[in-house]
């Protein structure tokens, strides 16, 4: 059974910066990408990144130049390095696992959610 253990949320004051981790377990998977998301209460859950197996990453606009994905294939951790944050950031930010089960076929996996809360 696969799992997603996100660490790191917390509050935080406006242009601080946060470190959010998401470790997958749970057995051997091929994974095809990693990401966060995020979610406020009344909104569509929203993409913030995401990394593949490569190493390509994708960013929202609104985070392009302040958020960082990156990957430690070994450990299969995401971490999301997040600087400069501003009160719109405020979410509980979700980890993504993409597994590819068949030669056509994935699988999404989530955790359990991160609060973040970015406010003096």
């Known amino acids: 059974q696969v799992q997603l253990v996100e660490s790191g949320g917390g509050l935080v004051q406006p242009g601080g910066s946060l470190r959010l981790s998401c470790a997958a377990s749970g057995g051997t998977f091929s994974i095809i990408a990693m990401g966060w998301y995020r979610q406020v209460p009344g909104k569509q859950r929203e993409l913030v990144g995401t990394?593949?197996?490569?190493?390509?990453?994708d960013y929202a606009d609104s985070v392009k130049g302040r958020f960082t994905i990156s990957r430690d294939n070994a450990k299969n951790t995401v971490y999301l390095q997040m600087n400069s944050l501003k009160p719109e950031d405020t979410a509980v930010y979700f980890c993504?696992?993409?597994?590819?089960?068949?030669?056509?076929?994935?699988?999404?996996?989530w955790g359990q959610g991160t609060q973040v809360t970015v406010s003096s």
């Open positions: 990394i593949t197996s490569g190493g390509s990453t």
């Open positions: 993504n696992l993409q597994v590819r089960t068949g030669f056509y076929s994935s699988r999404d996996y």
